[in-house]
């Protein structure tokens, strides 16, 4: 039970850093209809900002850690959207109207551009960052396993859940959601309506950059080690969750995410660690077999 | 208020528009009749930007907009309520007549839903249901709330008529007459329904495969016997 109870905070933790980027996936998807393959490699980038500003502040001991924490987090969160915007802007805006193929390849050029250019910039090295939140809670205790829920597990998931229904609320509520929307079901109406329809597809790709930045964050605080490289397993995994929670819906890239997560931590808690993205795939082929729409996504029997 | 001059539009290789010469004034309410095909929503739609004309120019209150993009030319105060109409399925009709106040001051968000409910009261008894889900006729009365949402100085109008019941086809021309009487909107209306439609013009062209071949009052082409011939016989004549 307790090995249990712990398995599931460490997926649930694991499935928000998904949960995170799979949004910027399905919100790519739902306004132009193109998967972003390089959207991982803005993850990966978003790792870098933060350690980049962490460790140039020097402050990684003593009181001024959640000063580094708040400073990374903002810096990454303003200083990534660029990419995803210069992204859309130099690599996709062009293709408009183009082949859905063009698209493809070049979104997956993209994907191979970006982690080259940031190994040329930073190196192939690893890079860590010293781990500045330790502690946690003991929460459980039997059998001589004891429960913790770390500090940063409790900033993981408060982060990630404040995101989430921010980000939920913008899409529902606001006049910029409303033009997502509008752009989404009916671009030609959209722009009848008077909405600059290229202007809200790059805000998507900033919208989804900025969460994909605070996923690179919480990636390099929960295991202190990145390199290059990182963006791509956990770009697909994302992209995963995205698909297992429809495509499309913004819901359902969180519920993916997260479901991901616990599908992952509970197979290397219970089987090998070795095999678990053999897990996370697994789930893909079958979700795709038998219900391709994904578990929120619905069909698009409506569509003008 | 609207000048279309020698206006010349293409889908790839096909020439839709083979110049069009079309003006407008201020409070008018002008019909364009064409038969399936001839090119009066491409023509409504190179007005708003999309496709462009390759030649010729469409000129706004002035301003030249042949090579504006669609979101500026709706901002000058041109709305269109589009053929097939074009309801965002997944949006409530709330939403969808929000959509249709993007270009407008949000302070008159409130006075000018109430007006849209009293001219569709049907709308508000279905604020909260989804676009996609309303009648072809509801969706046709969304249409056009939606596109006066923006106080536009100028509508254009898609086959307002298309698809409606008789009463509800008399209705809507009624509300056509409305707008353009009490509002003062100038009205570009493009329909089908030749009779109705040139009754309440006060002036009208006829449109065949991308030219103008007939331009006079409303009264002179209903009388007009190749009009009669082409366009209403078997209808309402
Ligand atoms: N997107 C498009 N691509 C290619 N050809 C098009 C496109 N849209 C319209 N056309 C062609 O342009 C011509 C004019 O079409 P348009 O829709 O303007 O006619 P219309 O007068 O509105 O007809 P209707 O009364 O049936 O609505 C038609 O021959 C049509 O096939
Ligand atoms: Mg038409």
Redesign the interface.
């Known amino acids: 039970m307790e090995y249990f109870v712990q398995q599931l905070i460490n997926g649930l933790t694991l499935g928000a850093v998904y949960g995170l980027i799979a949004i910027g996936y399905t919100m790519v998807y739902g306004i132009i209809g193109m998967i972003n393959f390089a959207h991982g490699e803005i993850f990966m980038i978003g790792a870098f900002h933060a350690l980049i500003i962490a460790l140039g502040l020097g402050i990684t001991t003593g009181t001024w850690i959640p000063v580094a924490l708040v400073a990374a987090l903002v810096g990454t969160m303003l200083l990534t959207p660029i990419y995803g915007w210069a992204l859309e802007r130099v690599a996709y805006r062009p293709l408009r109207g183009s082949p859905r193929l063009a698209t493809l390849i070049t979104a997956i050029g993209m994907s191979i551009y970006l982690p080259n250019q940031v190994q040329l910039l930073q190196g192939a090295r690893i890079k860590t960052l010293p781990p500045v939140l330790q502690g946690g809670f003991e929460i459980m205790e039997g059998g001589g396993f004891v429960v913790t829920l770390s500090y940063l597990q409790i900033l993981i998931m408060v982060l990630t859940v404040t995101l989430m229904v921010a980000f939920t609320l913008i899409i529902e509520k606001t ?1 910029l959601g ?2 997502q ?2 752009c989404e ?2 671009r ?10 290229d202007r809200t597809i790059a805000l998507t790709f900033v919208m989804g950059a900025t969460l994909a930045s605070v996923a690179g964050m919480i990636f390099l605080l929960r295991y202190g080690v990145i390199d290059f490289f990182i963006g791509f397993l956990v770009g697909i995994k994302a992209f995963t969750a995205a698909v297992l929670g429809g495509i499309g819906s913004l819901p359902g890239a969180m519920l993916g995410g997260f479901l991901i997560g616990l599908i992952e931590a509970f197979w290397s808690g219970y089987f090998t660690v070795e095999y678990k993205d053999v897990a996370a795939f697994s789930i893909l082929v079958l979700v795709l077999i038998f219900r391709p729409t994904g578990l929120l996504g619905k069909p698009d029997i ?3 | 208020m609207l000048r279309i001059s020698g206006v010349h539009t293409f889908y790839g290789n096909i020439e839709a528009l083979r110049g069009i010469d079309i003006e407008v004034n201020e409070g008018e309410i002008v019909t364009l009749i064409g038969a399936n095909g001839a090119g009066k929503s491409t023509l409504l739609m190179t007005v708003c930007g999309n496709p462009r004309a390759t030649h010729g120019t469409v000129t706004f209150e002035g301003r030249d907009i042949t090579r504006a993009p669609t979101h500026d030319i709706i901002r000058l105060g041109i709305a269109q309520s589009p053929e097939g109409r074009r309801i965002f399925p997944h949006m409530t009709v709330m939403e969808n007549l929000q959509m249709g106040a993007v270009t407008a001051d949000p302070a008159h968000f409130d006075e000018d839903l109430e007006r849209a409910f009293s001219l569709f009261p049907i709308l508000a008894d279905r604020r909260s249901q989804r676009g996609g889900t309303l009648s072809g006729g509801e969706q046709q009365m969304l249409a056009i709330a939606r596109a006066l949402m923006s106080r536009p100085r100028l509508l254009l109008l898609d086959e307002p008529s298309l698809g409606l019941a008789p009463m509800v086809v008399k209705k809507i021309f009624e509300i056509i007459n409305e707008i353009n009487e009490q509002r003062g909107i100038t009205v570009f209306l493009v329909e089908q329904n030749a009779y109705h439609a040139l009754r309440l013009a006060h002036r009208a062209y006829v449109m065949v495969t991308g030219k103008i071949t007939l331009t006079g009052s409303g009264a002179d082409l209903l009388a007009d016997p190749e009009v009669r011939a082409a366009y209403l016989e078997g209808g309402h004549g």
């Open positions: 006049a409303r033009a929307r509008a079901q009916d030609t109406m959209a722009a009848l309506s008077g909405i600059n329809v409506e569509k003008v």
